[in-house]
T-cell receptor
Framework: DVKVTQSSRYLVKRTGEKVFLECVQD?????MFWYRQDPGLGLRLIYF???????EKGDIPEGYSVSREKKERFSLILESASTNQTSMYLC?????????????FGPGTRLTVL | GQQLNQSPQSMFIQEGEDVSMNCTSS?????WLWYKQDPGEGPVLLIA?????ELTSNGRLTAQFGITRKDSFLNISASIPSDVGIYFC???????????FGPGTRLSVLP
C-alpha cells in the first residue's frame, strides 16, 4: 500500500515564526503536492513538484515555499507564519504520466497560527 | 479553468438506505477518482476510474465513469454509520496533469 506520512498531525505556532511541514512517501513517486483545505474553499494547490529539486507554483503559492532535495521528501515552508495560514495542510503523491494516474494523500497537518 | 461540481452538497439519510452522488465537469476527463475524508483526516482513495462507461465496485461502493466523460457517479448501498464523512471527486484532464477536485458531498447517516 502507498503510504504518505506527514511529520505532525497538529501544530501551533506564533505569528512571524518560520514553520516547516514535512511529507514523506514510500512508493518512489515522482510527483508530490501540497494543498491547504479550508471550510467552503475546498482543496487548493499551493506547490507541486514533478522531480527532485524541481518545484512549480500552484494556485495559492504566496507566503509559502517548498523544498525537494530527495525524491521521497517534500517540505512546505512558511517563512513568516500569519494567522490567515491557519488551515489543514495536506500532502499528496502520485506516479507520473502513466495511463492510470492516482493521487494518494497523507493524514494532514492541522496548523494553528496564533 | 476546469471546475468540478458535486451534487448534492450535503445529504442526511437513514441507516440502511442507498446513497447516490455525482460529479460534473465542463471539460472531458481521462481519469476520475473518488475519495472519502473523515473529520480531521486526509482523503482516502476509494475508487479510480480510467475508461468511459467503466463501472467499478469496492465493497458497498460503486462508481461509474460517465460515457460523456464529463461526469462520474458514486453509489453507496445499505449505508452504515461509518459511511459518514465528506466524499470528494477528482478529475484529470490528461495523463500526467494535475487533478482537479470537487467541493465535496457531506454525508450524514442517521441511526
Amino acid at each position: 500500500d502507498v503510504k504518505v506520512t506527514q511529520s505532525s498531525r497538529y501544530l501551533v505556532k506564533r505569528t512571524g515564526e518560520k514553520v516547516f511541514l514535512e511529507c514523506v512517501q514510500d512508493m518512489d513517486h515522482e510527483n508530490m503536492f501540497w494543498y491547504r483545505q479550508d471550510p467552503g474553499l475546498g482543496l487548493r494547490l499551493i506547490y507541486f513538484s514533478y522531480d527532485v529539486k524541481m518545484k512549480e507554483k500552484g494556485d495559492i503559492p504566496e507566503g509559502y515555499s517548498v523544498s525537494r532535495e530527495k525524491k521521497e521528501r517534500f517540505s512546505l515552508i512558511l517563512e513568516s507564519a500569519s494567522t490567515n495560514q491557519t488551515s489543514m495542510y495536506l500532502c499528496a503523491s502520485s506516479q507520473s504520466g502513466r495511463s492510470t494516474d492516482t493521487q494518494y494523500f497523507g493524514p494532514g497537518t492541522r496548523l494553528t497560527v496564533l | 479553468g476546469q471546475q468540478l461540481n458535486q451534487s448534492p452538497q450535503s445529504m442526511f439519510i437513514q441507516e440502511g438506505e442507498d446513497v447516490s452522488m455525482n460529479c460534473t465537469s465542463s471539460s472531458i476527463f481521462n481519469t476520475w477518482l473518488w475519495y472519502k475524508q473523515d473529520p480531521g483526516e486526509g482523503p482516502v482513495l476509494l475508487i479510480a476510474l480510467y475508461k468511459a462507461g467503466e463501472l467499478t465496485s469496492n465493497g458497498r461502493l460503486t462508481a461509474q465513469f460517465g460515457i460523456t466523460r464529463k461526469d462520474s457517479f458514486l453509489n453507496i448501498s445499505a449505508s452504515i454509520p461509518s459511511d459518514v464523512g465528506i466524499y470528494f471527486c477528482a478529475g484529470q484532464y490528461n495523463y500526467g496533469q494535475n487533478f482537479v477536485f470537487g467541493p465535496g458531498t457531506r454525508l450524514s447517516v442517521l441511526p
